[in-house]
């Protein structure tokens, strides 16, 4: 899931954390931030994702959003927007 959002490995991935880069690290320096990711819409911890000005802020929603879905249950082609 994390590698569907940003264009991570799970070698890039693991040195990410190893490195325990910051969120705008992490995502600045993401291999290849998916297009689709603007499809995430919703609500998470009470705001509106498609409503959150600050991009950073708006990069780690996306995340959330995603760890909350598949938490709740939500079947992973449904969690990455696939169909």
Known sequence: MIGWLTGYDAAALQAQLSARTTFEQFF????????????ITGTI?????????EPLMREIRY???????????????KVLREG
């Open 28 to 39: 600045a320096e993401a291999p290849a931030l998916n297009p689709a990711r603007a499809g």
């Open 63 to 77: 995340l959330d959003k995603l760890v909350d879905e598949l938490a709740k249950g939500k079947a992973m082609g």
């Open 45 to 53: 911890c009470g705001v509106r994702i498609e409503a959150i000005e």
